[in-house]
């Protein structure tokens, strides 16, 4: 898998400088990066960046996308109550691997009080290089959803 070429990235004030210092690394890696937010490391809500981040995939806009808190669980638990988002909290590379290997994430939540930048920006990298296989995995992924 390549980068894909257009992702949403969001995250509160405790991980503003993460979502800057990536966007500049997606920039590199000619990524076209939606910034929903926070602009500043002025205290703020989490769930506001984290539902308008996976609106993004919801409506096709995006397919793929990262989100940055403290501890990535507040993110993580917001995106995932939206239909078809798989965010996946990822705190070493192996995990950023088979969250997208056997699980098909589409978001990877960074937790920016916990990993260095650097490990960040190796996960963000391995997230996006990575494929899902697929075969039974499908079979599970399929089971995610609620099925009305």
């Keep these: 898998m390549n980068f ?3 992702l949403v990235i969001g995250g509160d004030h405790a991980g503003f400088e993460y979502k800057e210092a990536i966007k500049q690394y997606l920039a590199k890696n000619n990524c076209e990066v939606i910034d929903v937010g926070t602009h500043s ?3 703020c809500d989490y769930p506001d960046y984290a539902h308008a981040a996976a609106e993004k995939i919801e409506d096709g806009t995006c397919e ?3 989100l ?4 990535a669980n507040g993110v993580a638990i917001t995106a995932n109550k939206h239909k078809n988002i798989r965010a ?10 088979l969250a ?5 994430a589409n978001i990877i939540c960074l937790p920016s009080r916990f990993v260095t930048l650097d490990e960040a920006l190796e996960m963000v990298h391995t997230f996006f290089t990575t494929d899902f296989e697929g075969g039974r ?5 399929n089971k995610i959803d609620i099925h009305e």
């Design 4 to 6: 894909p070429t257009k």
């Design 41 to 43: 490391l002025t205290s």
């Design 64 to 66: 793929f996308g990262i």
């Design 68 to 71: 940055i808190c403290g501890s």
């Design 88 to 97: 996946a909290i990822c705190w070493k590379n192996e995990i950023a691997s």
């Design 100 to 104: 997208r290997q056997h699980n098909n």
């Design 137 to 141: 995995h499908a079979n599970r992924v």
